[in-house]
């Protein structure tokens, strides 16, 4: 059974102060994983998607890496508007579901 | 930006009644899906469409539930007989195609429908 776990549940954190988000994950086969964010009453707006270890991708502030068996989602300098939830997800070989995480908790204060 | 549109965005409704949700993809996607979202808990994959037919399906999708393309622009999900553990977040999503050889497509979501059983 495919898994996916984030950490931190929640990160609070001060306008500037850089920090990554953790997702780790156990597939059988790895199509993609994704990021997603998440705003509160909205759907998951689509971020990344990597596909093999080492892989990296980035947007604005915003840097997504991929090893075997976790992806970090590092945010550089971050901005309030860059509070949401961040939700990883996996999509195993010969499959169109995905399998998502519990999300992070990101609050940026100003 | 073209997005994906789900109607109603709140949905109330009594237990045992059979309830709608309507979806409205991305106008050049094949693939069309939904999830569902317990409050609190983890996005759920429900169902996957693709070429008029079920491609893949988990196992909370059981008989109470159907899918439908009813013409050339809607997506829906019928829930036949409600019970209170159906109350969720329901998402329609839909991807471009991408086939074997081809880059993965990313699922678009849209805003959800909020569906409150009584």
């Known amino acids: 059974e495919d898994q996916v776990t984030q950490s931190p549940e929640a990160l609070r954190l001060q306008e500037g102060e850089s920090s990554s988000l953790n997702c780790s994950y156990t597939?059988?086969?790895?199509?993609?994983l994704f990021w997603y964010r998440q705003d509160p009453g909205k759907g998951p707006e689509f971020l990344f998607t990597?596909?093999?270890a080492g892989e990296e991708k980035e947007k604005e502030r915003l840097k997504a890496t991929l090893t075997k068996k976790e992806s970090f989602l590092h945010i550089t300098a971050p901005k309030p508007e860059d509070s949401a939830t961040y939700l990883c997800a996996v999509q195993a070989k010969g499959r169109r579901a995905l399998t998502f995480g519990s999300g992070t908790r990101l609050q940026v204060q100003p | 930006e073209p997005e994906v549109t789900q109607t109603p965005s709140h949905q109330v409704t009594q237990m045992g009644q059979e309830v709608i949700l309507r979806c409205v993809p991305i106008s050049n996607h094949l693939y069309f899906y939904w999830y569902r979202q317990i409050l609190g808990q983890k996005v759920e994959f429900l169902v996957s469409f693709y070429n008029n037919e079920i491609s893949e399906k988990s196992e909370i999708f059981d008989d109470q539930f159907s899918v439908e393309r009813p013409d050339g622009s809607n997506f829906t999900l019928k829930i036949r007989s409600t019970k209170l553990e159906d109350s969720a977040m329901y998402f329609c999503?839909?991807?471009?195609?991408?086939?074997?050889?081809?880059?993965?497509?990313?699922?678009?979501f849209g805003d959800g429908t909020r569906l409150s059983i009584l």
């Open positions: 990597l596909y093999s």
């Open positions: 597939v059988s086969g790895l199509r993609g």
């Open positions: 999503a839909s991807s471009e195609a991408g086939g074997t050889g081809a880059p993965n497509q990313p699922q678009h």
